[in-house]
């Protein structure tokens, strides 16, 4: 998995490719817990993401809630893949989805 991360402003934009497992979900918890600071919109896109699983789920989760408190979080790009896997869990209903 990789990330990419911009920042502009109180606007942070989260690129996440690849798989987001298990294996690889404390990385972008990681990444995201040092850039919450200021935000006030955090983007999350994937695009590129090519498979979740709960462990992944989790961090949006985690990352929503955080978001909720200081401004709010939009998931953009949500592959078809990805997407019944997000509406299987129920997140749909949580997640704000472009």
Do not use: C, H, W
């Not at 690129?15 to 990681?30: F, N, Y």
């Not at 992944?56 to 989760?61: A, D, E, F, N, Y």
Request: net charge negative; glycine share 8%.
């Amino acid at each position: 998995m990789d990330v990419n991360v911009t920042k502009n402003g109180t606007e942070l934009t989260v690129e996440v490719v690849g798989r987001l497992d298990s294996l690889t979900s404390a990385d972008l918890e990681a990444e995201l817990d040092d850039a919450y600071e200021g935000v006030e919109l955090l983007i999350m896109d994937l695009g590129k993401l090519e498979y979740i699983s709960s462990s992944g789920l989790r961090v949006l989760l985690g990352a929503s809630q955080i978001m909720d408190e200081q401004g709010k979080m939009v998931v953009r790009n949500v592959t078809e893949p990805i997407k019944k896997v997000i509406d299987m869990v129920g997140f749909d209903s949580v997640l704000n989805i472009e």
